[in-house]
């Protein structure tokens, strides 16, 4: 891991119409490192994620990779930067085949150049998606639709790739071998922004984790020098 930042967050505020969703939060993220970020439902996690993707506008605050400002960047423009997502509920394509969805994820000039390379090395780190590659996504199980949408969020190159809620209704045997492969792409190289419920399996795969109630940073630290006490004080407000 290098002292690079990638991703600097700070002082963002996000609306859903006039409600607060997310109050004035800063984050930074060092090149190659899994960071994480957990929470209660409704806490601002999925918000953070979207907002950083260009999916929602924040009302405040920056948002710099890699030094630039995209804050408001369209989802176009911040997959060409290098960040890739890999959204809560998979949202694949279901009518369209395994190999077609990941084609999907190549639409910026340099990953459809590259797009064969991609699909080889995608079908290297999940060899059932090349089993099932002429099948449509509809006929995948849920742990291999969670493989498409991740190799498909792959497909773009990117630098920096943002996991919203994998583990969702996922058995513990699939979700295990997801974390791994999670692990495998950092190993790659490429920086991880983990969003997740499951406590104790994002705090295992962190370097550095961020704790949210109500839209607000309330911990942060290295995982294991977050106590159980402090996380479900902050976890649970109590």
Not at 154 to 161: A, E, R, V, W
């Amino acid at each position: 891991m290098s002292n690079e930042t990638i991703l600097n967050i700070d002082n963002i505020k996000v609306y859903y119409g006039d409600l607060l969703a997310v109050r004035d939060i800063s984050l930074s993220i060092k090149r190659g490192q899994i960071v994480s970020i957990i929470g209660a439902n409704g806490a601002g996690k999925s918000t953070i994620l979207k907002t950083i993707s260009g999916l929602l506008s924040p009302r405040g605050g920056t948002i710099k990779f890699l030094g630039e400002d995209i804050t408001g960047h369209k989802p176009f423009k911040t997959v060409a930067k290098g960040i890739s997502m890999v959204p809560e509920g998979r949202h694949i394509f279901p009518r369209l085949t395994v190999r077609e969805n990941l084609l999907i994820g190549a639409y910026t000039p340099k990953a459809r150049h590259q797009s064969e390379k991609a699909c080889k090395k995608i079908f290297s780190l999940f060899p059932i998606l090349e089993e099932r590659a002429d099948q449509l996504g509809t006929n995948l199980s849920g742990g291999e639709q969670q493989m498409l949408a991740i190799g498909r969020a792959l497909m773009s190159d990117p630098q920096l790739i943002l996991f919203d809620e994998i583990s969702l209704g996922l058995s513990p045997l699939i979700i295990k071998d997801i974390y791994q492969k999670i692990k495998d792409i950092n190993n790659e190289g490429i920086t991880v922004l983990l969003v997740e419920q499951d406590i104790k399996r994002s705090l295992k795969a962190s370097e550095w984790t961020y704790v949210l109630q109500e839209g607000r940073v309330v911990l942060q630290g290295k995982p294991d020098s977050l106590t159980e006490v402090q996380i479900r004080k902050a976890y649970f407000g109590a």
